[in-house]
């Protein structure tokens, strides 16, 4: 069972008013029926995918992949290089895709340096996908399971497939319903209608009566507040104070109920080591001196901060945020409506590649894009000089740094969430589960 | 592969270009150096050494003093990491005479013209340490150094009397079931098997690291769809050269040239043993055994559905020790089944037994599932119930997708699907006497 009610079996095209349960849903049911072309483990360590093996030359504007020889698309069609390329030169118009002179591999080329593409490739909005143009645009891919049915925001139907180049998933069949709540997935579960199911973080932390296993990921998820274009907190004294009078700690111990890790950078520490440098200790003597040097008359000046209703938390978050400032002296208002000065954020890291999650999460906070480093520098110091650029100006405050959860039935085995969220790192999907036979016990 | 190379378009293969090189050069087999590297890299614990700590800390002490000048400093040294104390110890003691190098000293606050609050952490890929810098109300300054992490955590481990011994046979991109290594005229054969095929391959030369060619392949014909997590067992035969088991398949070959094979569907049980003394049911539409033994052990007839087994001789009895699929191992003499948890905490599926000269005679290996990259085996003994290691493990760079006991069973065939190519590779284990 799912949040989301997607309308189309596709990822949103824009992230501005895309939630991080749209995201991930259409991950976890996506990867279910395609492939990219590479994976990325939660150590950064490349996985062959649909690619067995891949190399570019040494400006990294040219690459080639040999693709994985006899793969085919549900529809019987051959994964062959022209039918990727094709598929590829869609999503990427910028990229010249074409098959290759040999019968296995495409090339790909781009007047500017890729040095992230297969950091790119891997992320789940590169699934390798066929659309059906009679049916519906229901996706077609060469992953373990294929659509047999789609009624849009309520079910998704999947069968297996059996010509996997996988190998046949264990269970015939996999069926996703959309649209639930946490509280009626949780239900669901409890009563045996469901067998996995989405739950918050803090939920995944407690022990459960009956039986169900839960785990929750790295920290794959930042909420933060973003500045808009237009606030009326430009001044950037004004923007330190306010992020020093913010009391994280309390917040992520009773709000997010102990879930959550409090950050100060945009990427979590799991992926860079360096946190540590970005104190997320609340300062209200030094907001005080800062706002006293600030040019903004803050005291006669009321910002609002939005949030999304759709996050459960944010709004109780936002409160505890202005409740904060407030004490050093900058008035907030929360609101839906009304001017927008501050917005509270959740978004998506969606790669264990710390350049590309920065770049991402650059993207969907609406930040300027600028320097960012590239994976295949690899260089911590390029990397910390980037996300300093990004976090120096104010403009975006981090807040926390969040994982996913879900939530297993006892008859589930087999199968593991994995570390990044999606529910299909290598060799932990749904295609390697098998539920045990209610007759049979505890097999 | 090989014609890119030819046009010398593109040169800058990343590091699963390489690995893929190597297997390419050799055609399947790799080179004897390769074999030497990797039992070197097995064998030698891989910790963190004293001199890439020391060599990390005098990169961070350098970065320190460029941005600090010379002078005395106020030196903390937090520890967020899974680095020891001892560790620590000594990345400090390194630090310090590094920044004395530099012409930076350590003082108390009182004394020192800025501080320098270093942090060792870490991120999931490596050691990752911080120094932020303040000189007087100079504005703070930032240094990092990373070291990249082992790949297991591991620490030396204590001497133990024996030493597994692993041996690249061959590898190759498609799926390996399992393998046979078989000593025929003409020189030496590896019988591959995988979902379709048994693969023959002829060893060229005498040479142990020669390369192998492919001599015939015999395909498997099955009416069943086979299930996702596919297992299969070649067996040795007196009056034929092999068996084939696939899950409700049996193939067998003839017994004199030109080689063919006969496959029906069958549910027959497999042999656990190379005598064939004991045989187990497999589900054929699972990964596992159903637990019904014919003929049984003693008066067992019936275990938990398990992966694995292995036999135990003892003085009047057999133990069989089987990995049941609800996780603890069972211990079976004949007339009791007892239940061991803690053992299989860190234990993986797959069990083999091997005799050797070293210790009470017979071992078990076990695999270890340490993480989702890297699994390892180990040799236990069982001297009365409790299993005790009596080997270091030997890692492997991927998972291990089977692991079988040799028809002769002085050695076990482990197949490990790479995590970095994901190609898969037939290991022979064997046993040495330490020390």
Redesign the interface.
Known sequence: MLQSAPDALEFPASTANAAPADYWDMTRALSLVGDTLVKL????????ALA???????S?R?W?F?LRRGAKFHDGSAASPAAIAQILGALHPGWNVRASA?PV?IDIDSETAMPSL?AELALPRNLLLKRSMKDNRIPIGTGPFLVAEWQPGKLLRLAAS?ESW?????VDAVEIEFGKSLRDQAIALELNKADIIETAPEAANGSHGHNASSSSS?PVELLALVFSANSKAQDPRLREALALAIDRKPIQSVLLKGAGEPAASILP?????????FSSEANPQRARAVLADSRQPALKVSYGLSYDPRDPQAQLIAERIALNVREVGITVQVSLSGAEDIRLMRVVLPS?DPATSLAEAARQLGLPQTALPTPRGNS??DL?QAE?SLIDGYSVIPLFHLPVASEASARVHGWTPDRLGAWS????SL??L?LADPEAG?? | ?H??RSTA??????P??RA?ELTQKSSGLRLCWLTSFLLVTVFLPAPLCASSLGDTARQLAHKIAAAAGPGAVALEV?N?SSLDEKSVREVRSALEAALHVEGVYTAKSEQAMGTVEV?L????????W?A?IVIGSDEKK?A???LPRSPTGASFSPALPIVLKSTLLFDR?QPMLDIALVEMPGGSRLLVLDDSTVAIYRRQGANPSGRWDLETSLPIAHAR??????RGRLLLRRDHLFDAYLPGTLCRSSAAAPLTLTCTDSDDPWPLAPDDSVRAFYAAS?NFFTGALSPGIGKVSNVP?FYSAAALPRTNYTLWTFAA??GPLHLVDGITDQTIRGAKSKWGSDLAVVHSNCGTGTQLLVSESGD??RDGLRAFEIPDRDPVAVSAAVEFNG?IVALWPESSGTGAAAIVKR????WYEAYRVSISCGN
């Open positions: 483990d939660a150590q950064g360590h490349l996985q062959p067995v093996a891949w190399q570019s030359d040494a990294a040219h080639q040999t040999d591999s297969l059996e996988a190998g046949r998933p264990f790295l520490n799991w992926m860079t080591g360096y946190s540590a440098v264990p911590l110091d910390y300093r790192e290598g060799g932990f295609a390697d098998w505890s097999r | 592969m014609k890119l378009r593109y040169n800058q293969p990343i699963h270009m893929r937090t967020r942090v952490s870490e991120s999931l890929r490596e050691y990752v911080t932020e930032v990092i150094v990373s991109e769809t086979f299930p996702r997590d596919l699972r559905s699929v609800d989702k990259e998972r995590k970095d190519t994901g």
